[in-house]
């Protein structure tokens, strides 16, 4: 497994970015981490849906993400919220998003990011499409999915590992391991000794890295995105992370989980370790820290107004989305439902 | 003008797409080296190439989900599943992404595909060979569902599908690929989606149906003009978005209407048709409408076909109580 930077910080290789760039994916992490804190409480209060929470796999997200051009697609799901952010993808449409609001699936005209995949393992076929497609016309963007180690066992991770390597295309895979598929372990979501490996089926290059190391992420994303431009191909790589919260907030973990496992995967924390690093060498202090929450809390806070002073759907929105011009039924449908609501009956 | 059979004309309508739109692409099982199971991409691959006419492995959700990504991605790909039966294992990538990608980003990324799926029985097949379950496709939202009966319309509306901004399931019929042929004009044309054609004009019924049927409807309507009915024969060609008007109009001016598919009973696109005529035009009625349909069982084997399928007997019986009625 490859590991740059230890859970105590050490450096045991060369570091893949210089200290200004590690600074500020130290600050993404930091936002990130607040958003999703964020997002948490919002739910508890009633004012998001279900959320699905991604504390823990802050290094496997900033770390891949950061490897990206910012053109770049991705394809990821619904626990991925921080590498599409650091993909461009505004934070305000992914509360809304998270609010039930379709309007929140749709980034600006820049932003090379789709709505997060619901379905667990549909949406890595999706990846190798935008890739192929980018080649055909002569463009050098790539594509990066990312998925969990349950979506491992979906038919659809076959097929897209399979059309990847059979058409070489410039799709890097990126599995975050983080132990469990809701109450599933990892240990009994597949045979197989590691996913990396599973690679080897697909005539690709299959790496495992440690999820929780920002260097080590970075640099084998930045390996394999860089493969991927030149043309030579897919790749798979497995990050080695752990869910520290719920599956979702609807979930208990109590019911089958140990306690000591998630204190045991808190001392591998992957901001911790940046911050030990940093603080070595003279670019980390308590009072910089509270600066920097402090601006990820604003950041976020801006974010959630906007989401929530988005206006409620009106009909139109339910009805207008289906296709480019809504043939007769549904402007019949339409109809329908604004006259119910004329009446007070809808 | 030539004379093509559907084959011919859907051939036809591929080749002038990809010769005029750098970005059609032509994928599926089989689709390039041999021209396809039932030669409708056949000259393709060796006219186009193997970067646009593109064999792919066998994984129907693999073909419509890579499909999906290289349509967000801005190319055009018509993707052909081998058969309906098979197309189940990629109902999850049209039902839960194709279909909804529009949707789900407010128009941000689309799906302008194609998703041909050869349907129906009658070839004596092998079992999966020969399902007509084009009631699936039309009950999920967001695609357009196409069903052609005869050469001109299949090539005016692959085309039309082809250009469309939104994923179309385009069904052909397997039994008159080879079965009907008329003048076929040579020019790219369009015959529009979501609309159904009068093929004959009549007074005393309206038989209704799509796709592979319609010949038999065609042969029960010249039976039924030799014993002095007169019936007026509609082909749907597009079942989503459905042309209603053409429908009605139709049975307020006959006051009678059958109902012919070779689909299962229960639940068929009938159903729907008839809905329609019930919510729209019930007082116009003059009788019951009657349904000639496939039954709810599994589509039988070779020996067997005769039993399920509509043929032109049970198709007259229909118009006979649609007029006693
Ligand atoms: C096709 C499908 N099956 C089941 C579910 C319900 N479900 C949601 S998340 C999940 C577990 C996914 O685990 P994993 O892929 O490891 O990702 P993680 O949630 O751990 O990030 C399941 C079973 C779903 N959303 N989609």
Redesign the interface.
């Known amino acids: 497994m490859r590991q740059l930077l230890t859970p105590s910080g050490d450096l045991v290789g060369e570091a893949p970015f210089g200290l200004d760039l590690c600074v500020r994916l130290y600050r993404a992490m930091v936002v990130a981490r607040s958003y999703d804190r964020k997002c948490v409480a919002l739910q508890k209060q009633g004012r998001l849906a279900t959320y699905a929470p991604f504390e823990g796999q802050e290094a496997a997200q900033i770390g891949s993400a950061a490897a990206l051009e910012p053109d770049d ?1 991705m ?1 990821a799901t619904y626990r991925d919220a921080a590498a599409m952010w650091a993909q461009g993808y505004p934070m305000e449409l992914l509360v809304a998003g998270r609010t039930g609001d ?2 929140g ?3 600006p ?1 820049h932003v090379n990011v ?2 997060p995949s619901i ?1 667990v393992g ?2 890595m ?10 080649r ?2 002569g463009s050098s963007r790539i ?1 990066i999915t990312y998925f969990g180690d349950g979506a491992t066992s979906e ?2 991770f076959h ?2 590992l ?2 990847a390597g ?1 058409y070489g295309v410039g799709c890097v895979f990126f599995c975050q391991n983080n132990g469990w598929a809701i109450s599933m372990p990892r240990s009994a979501q597949t045979a197989s000794e590691t996913i990396a490996q599973k690679a080897i089926a697909y005539g690709m290059p299959g790496v495992q890295v440690d999820g929780n190391d920002l260097f080590a992420v970075y640099e084998v994303t930045r390996q394999a995105v860089e493969r991927a431009r030149a043309g030579e191909g897919p790749t798979l790589i497995e990050a080695v992370t752990y869910r520290l919260g719920p599956h979702t907030t609807s979930d208990d973990p109590g019911r089958y989980r140990d306690a000591g496992e998630v204190e045991e995967w808190r001392r591998r924390d992957p901001l911790e370790r940046v911050r030990i690093f940093l603080s070595e060498r003279g670019r980390w202090d308590p009072e910089w820290q509270a600066e920097v929450e402090e601006k990820a809390a604003r950041e976020v806070e801006r974010a959630v107004e906007l989401a929530e002073s988005l206006p409620p759907p009106a009909p139109g ?1 339910v009805f207008g ?4 011009s809504p ?3 549904l402007r019949e449908q339409q109809a329908t439902l604004e006259l119910y609501r004329a009446a007070g009956e809808g | 003008m030539p004379i093509l059979n559907l084959a011919q004309a859907l051939n036809q309508a591929l080749f002038q797409a990809l010769e005029k739109w750098d970005d059609v ?1 032509v994928l599926g099982e089989d689709v390039g080296r041999t021209g396809g199971v039932f030669r409708v991409t056949d000259g393709l691959w060796e006219r186009f190439g193997p ?1 646009r006419v593109v064999d ?2 066998v ?1 129907e ?2 073909i419509v ?11 055009r ?1 018509v993707v052909e599943l081998q058969f309906m039966g098979f197309s189940y ?1 990629a109902l ?2 049209i039902i ?2 194709v279909s909804r ?10 799906a302008p595909m194609v998703i041909r799926i050869p349907y129906g029985g009658g070839i004596g097949a092998a079992e999966h060979h020969s399902e007509s379950m084009e009631a699936i496709y039309g009950h999920i ?2 695609l ?1 569902v196409v069903v052609p009966s005869r050469p001109a319309d299949a090539k005016g509306l692959l085309l039309a599908a082809i250009q469309d ?2 994923p179309v399931v385009f069904c052909e019929p397997i039994r008159l690929y080879r079965a009907v042929r008329e003048e076929v004009a040579e020019e790219v044309y369009v015959t529009p989606l ?1 609309e159904a054609a009068v093929e004959r004009e009549g007074d005393d019924v309206t038989v209704v149906s799509w796709g592979a049927m319609m010949r038999e409807c065609r042969e029960a309507a010249d039976a039924a003009a030799e014993a002095g009915i007169s019936v007026e024969l509609v082909d749907l060609r597009t079942l ?3 042309d ?1 008007d053409t429908v009605t109009e139709s049975v307020r001016k006959t006051g009678r209407a059958v109902i012919v598919h070779e689909a299962p009973r229960t639940g068929g696109f009938g159903a729907e048709v008839m809905a329609q005529i019930f919510e729209r035009c019930l007082y116009d009625l003059e009788g019951p409408v009657v349904r000639v349909t496939g039954w709810d069982t599994v589509f039988p084997l070779k020996r067997g076909e005769h039993l399920y399928l509509p043929d032109v007997g049970r198709v007259l019986s229909g118009i006979r109580r649609a007029l006693e009625g």
């Open positions: 697609w394809v379709e309007r699936g749709s980034p005209d789709l709505p379905t549909g949406h076929v999706h990846a190798v499409g935008l890739a192929w497609a980018e055909l016309q594509a038919g659809d097929e897209a399979n059309f059979v929105d989305g289906m296709f480019e043939p007769r039924h | 692409m970067e792919t492995p994984a959700s693999g989900g890579v499909g999906l990504g290289l349509a967000v991605g801005g190319m790909p294992p999850d990538q839960n992404h990608i529009r949707n789900r980003s407010r128009h941000r990324f689309t939202p967001g357009k901004p939104d979501g989503v978005p459905l209603v």
